[in-house]
């Protein structure tokens, strides 16, 4: 695709400058594989606070929804003749979800990926002695919030405090589901939007529209859209 | 219900008379033989009406069918259309010996309708019977609900779409309703969807609204599974990456369908001044440039690369604050060029009036083009127009028309049953200006310098269509396109598109997707058999008398005029090349057997 972007050319300078850093700190970090380099530089950066996330550009987005398609795909993958391929890309099983409005505007919801983790301080669960992990942790690699399906007990807290919305227990299990794996490192929504709308950047909680919910975007895009004019 | 590769196998049957709502297997040959959308469709409305010739549009045995086509929910680009299917309460024979007589009726409608039905585990949507008061269905996986709609009835289209989803509680529910005009049996009232998007074609809204049905909301979970994932997802890439270039997006992304308001009016081809020209020399105020000013966003179709949709502000008139999608082509010319308007503010007014009172606007813009001309011409006077000074090129006398034909007041009464009945009324002369086909009014397309449209026109089965295909081989391919559900501005737009549409239905239904090349023809003639056994005959394609008798004499292509005999030949090669005969138009016995639409079952 015309619009497949990497991490790297939106954040011109970030890799060769967190190269060397990691370089200089031991070197050992990038050996890790298929993108995990890029997660582990942008925490090493700040003293493993940061993370990545998916960040929406509202004006090029025209609520086509491949995103909900290429995520699924992704994460859903099936399994044809003992071979795991993508998934026929079923959008109630994606992670990001697209909500249209009227007047006219379209909010592609995902994980915002919170430093500050509401969702596993809500996690009743006590840390495992060995991991420290409540049974909502941030993925080591990635940084991704993750559940683990054997310590969690469904209480839904995470969804309850979740700003975006986003997190939503299985309606059979009530294990938390909907939160970005960013794709191993290579998210597929922002490879596959045909309007180049998606970008994996580093977390930064100052950004306008920041982890907020889809109808309070849709309001202050509509008001800057459409003046107000209901 | 068992699925099918590709399928879901269950049609959803709802009848608004018993409030009975049944679940139904489709059976894996319909499927291979009209693969679903406007084919799968036109089975279905003929297997209802089967025994009952004439039967009544408005009355409770026509169906109105909602189809979704096999790509329905999966990402193959371009192809979420949802074909609406019914009996035409807008068409009419010469003669026939049923009073009811009347083609049959496809729309089909972009948007996430059709995918959406599909997830809940339906590939079909088949309403019948009538409602005793105003309802909505409530279609939410398995849970299927007949509710009360009595406090929306009478709201315009872009109100009800705001309060349908606040009453649903979940912006993602996928919705399509009808506005005043389908409520008031408008024979052209169209079903709209979010606010913007149309089922917009021959009477499908007031299908609708003589079932009291005021919208359909439906959410779901599921998806049907693919023959063969492999073929399919290798397929699937290679059309994303087909339409992976600037060359193919470009000119949708930027300008939409807009585009054709200067280009189509150039070649002469525009419907302008009710079809007496077909060059609007002011056609630029309108154009991409002009619009493209207050276009805020572009906003797609399910898994649409192109999103050809504008959506706009006016900022600067009387309309100030007017949200709305447009212009595009078909509203830009129908509610612009052909009423001599060129004040795009004015424009868009009418544009919106006509989508919130869930108007077609092509027929709305041929009705009141034919109104004005009759004005012009001294055929009615003032009175007869309830004191609307209705010239060419007013936008108040326009938005009054618009609102007295969706509610049916005074001189809208008779105006909202179309060009032909108005010169049925109006006489002397004025049915050589009555711009239809079989009751049915043509679209923003002249054909004084394009006669293959004339063809077109005179032989489209829900009555004049511009996308009914200008030769056979374009028939039978758009059939085919309209019953996969994948967007006729992809396929033309991505020369790449059409070639992998086999290969993508082969990933998804498997073998029986080997027989696709014939169910475009096979379609074709099930709707050729089911309007000749309604009555329509050859007398009944032919095109307006304007397209003979007055050249035009406007731009480049003044002198233009199509003659009777180029016409005849044109149409008497078409029947013999369709296998049809040439007076009764009914498709020849080797025809029907060629397309193994024999036996009981099609028996007339």
């Keep these: 695709m015309a619009h497949k972007e990497t991490l790297q050319t939106h954040q011109p300078g970030l890799s060769r400058r967190a190269f060397m850093k990691t370089v200089a700190v031991g070197g050992g970090i990038l050996v890790l594989g298929q993108g995990w380099d890029v997660f582990s530089v942008a925490r090493a950066q700040e003293g493993g606070a940061e993370y990545t996330m998916i960040?929406?550009?509202?004006?090029k987005c025209t609520g086509c929804r491949t995103c909900e398609t290429a995520c699924s795909s992704y994460n859903h993958p099936q399994e044809v003749g003992g071979e795991r391929m993508p998934g026929l890309g079923n959008p109630y099983l994606s992670n990001i979800k697209l909500y249209p409005y009227n007047p006219d505007a379209d909010v592609a919801a995902v994980c915002a990926m919170c430093p500050d983790n509401p969702c596993i301080e809500a996690c009743p669960v006590e840390p495992d002695p060995a991991t420290g992990y409540r049974a909502l942790y941030r993925h080591p690699e990635t940084g991704a919030v993750t559940s683990d399906p054997e310590r969690c007990i469904g209480c839904e807290s995470c969804a309850d405090v979740c700003r975006v919305g986003v997190i939503?227990?299985?309606?059979?299990?009530?294990?938390?589901?909907?939160?970005?794996?960013?794709?191993?490192?290579?998210?597929?929504?922002?490879?596959?939007?045909?309007?180049?709308a998606l970008t994996h950047v580093t977390v930064d909680t100052s950004r306008d529209l920041y982890a907020l919910k889809p109808d309070q975007v849709a309001e202050q895009l509509i008001g800057q859209w459409y003046g107000g004019v209901e | 219900m068992t699925s099918f590769p590709g399928y879901t196998g269950t049609i959803l049957n709802i009848d608004l008379s018993s409030g009975r709502i049944e679940k139904t297997p489709l059976s894996p040959e319909d499927a291979a033989n009209f693969i679903g959308g406007r084919g799968l469709g036109m089975k279905i409305l003929w297997d209802h009406l089967k025994d009952k010739p004439g039967a009544d549009p408005l009355g409770p045995d026509n169906p109105l069918l909602f189809m979704p086509g096999p790509f329905s929910g999966f990402p193959a680009p371009s192809s979420s259309r949802t074909c609406v299917v019914t009996k035409s309460p807008h068409t009419a024979p010469s003669e026939s010996p049923y009073e009811h007589a009347s083609t049959v009726s496809y729309a089909n409608m972009g948007g996430f309708f059709g995918p959406e039905l599909r997830f809940a585990g339906y590939d079909g949507l088949v309403v019948t019977g009538q409602a005793e008061s105003p309802v909505y269905l409530y279609i939410d996986d398995d849970t299927v609900e007949i509710r009360d709609a009595s406090e929306y009835w009478g709201m315009g289209t872009d109100e009800f779409d705001k309060a349908f989803l606040e009453e649903l509680g979940d912006q993602r529910f996928r919705t399509c309703y009808i506005g005043p005009a389908g409520e008031n049996l408008v024979e052209y009232a169209c079903i709209i969807n979010t606010a913007a998007r149309a089922a917009g074609r021959g009477g499908t809204g007031c299908v609708m609204g003589a079932k009291k049905l005021k919208g359909v909301a439906v959410r779901g979970t599921g998806q049907p599974g693919v023959a063969d994932p492999q073929i399919?997802?290798?397929?699937l890439e290679e059309a994303?990456?087909?339409f992976d270039n600037p060359e193919v997006y470009d000119l949708w992304r930027n300008a939409g369908t807009t585009f054709g308001l200067e280009h189509f009016s150039n070649q002469g081809r525009q419907a302008v001044r009710n079809f007496r020209e077909g060059t609007f020399?002011?056609?630029h105020k309108l154009g991409v440039e002009a619009s493209m000013k207050h276009w805020v966003r572009s906003f797609a179709c399910y898994c649409c690369p192109l999103a050809c949709k504008k959506s706009g502000m006016v900022t600067q008139s009387p309309f100030s604050g007017l949200i709305h999608d447009g212009p595009e082509y078909e509203t830009g010319t129908m509610l612009g060029a052909n009423l001599m308007i060129s004040d795009l503010p004015g424009v868009m007014k009418a544009i919106y009036q006509g989508d919130d009172y869930g108007l077609d606007i092509i027929s709305v813009g041929n009705v009141i083009g034919f109104l004005m001309e009759a004005y012009e011409k001294q055929l009615i006077d003032q009175e007869f127009l309830d004191g609307i000074d209705l010239t060419w090129g007013n936008v108040e006398a326009t938005l009054e028309m618009i609102r007295k034909i969706a509610l049916r007041e005074g001189v809208g009464d008779l105006a909202s049953k179309g060009v032909k009945e108005l010169a049925d009324e109006i006489g002397q002369g004025s049915h050589a200006f009555a711009m239809h086909v079989k009751g049915h009014e043509l679209a923003a397309h002249n054909c004084h310098a394009n006669p293959p449209r004339a063809m077109c026109y005179a032989t489209a089965h829900r009555g004049a269509c511009h996308l009914n295909g200008d030769d056979v081989a374009g028939q039978n391919f758009i059939a085919l396109a309209?019953?996969?559900?994948?967007?006729?501005?992809?396929?033309?737009?991505?020369?790449?598109?059409?070639?992998?549409?086999?290969?993508?239905?082969?990933?998804?239904?498997?073998?029986p997707a080997g027989n696709m090349g014939e169910v475009g023809e096979r379609v074709y003639n099930l709707e050729r058999l089911f309007n000749t056994r309604e009555g329509f005959t050859r007398a009944d394609d032919t095109i307006p008398e304007r397209f003979f008798t007055e050249p035009l004499t406007v731009g480049e292509h003044a002198g233009a005029v199509l003659t009777r005999e180029q016409f005849q030949t044109m149409m008497d090669e078409f029947y013999a090349e369709r296998d049809w005969d040439p007076e009764t138009t009914r498709p020849n016995a080797a025809k029907l057997e060629a397309l193994g639409l024999v036996g009981e079952e099609y028996r007339v």
């Design chain 1, 168 to 196: 939503t227990p299985n309606p059979e299990n009530s294990r938390p589901e909907r939160m970005c794996t960013l794709c191993d490192g290579d998210p597929q929504c922002v490879a596959m939007c045909p309007f180049g």
């Design chain 2, 281 to 283: 020399t002011e056609a």
């Design chain 2, 232 to 235: 399919f997802v290798a397929a």
């Design chain 1, 55 to 59: 960040l929406v550009d509202y004006s």
């Design chain 2, 482 to 511: 309209d019953s996969l559900g994948v967007c006729l501005f992809a396929v033309f737009g991505n020369q790449q598109y059409g070639p992998l549409l086999g290969k993508l239905l082969a990933g998804i239904m498997g073998e």
């Design chain 2, 240 to 242: 994303r990456e087909s």
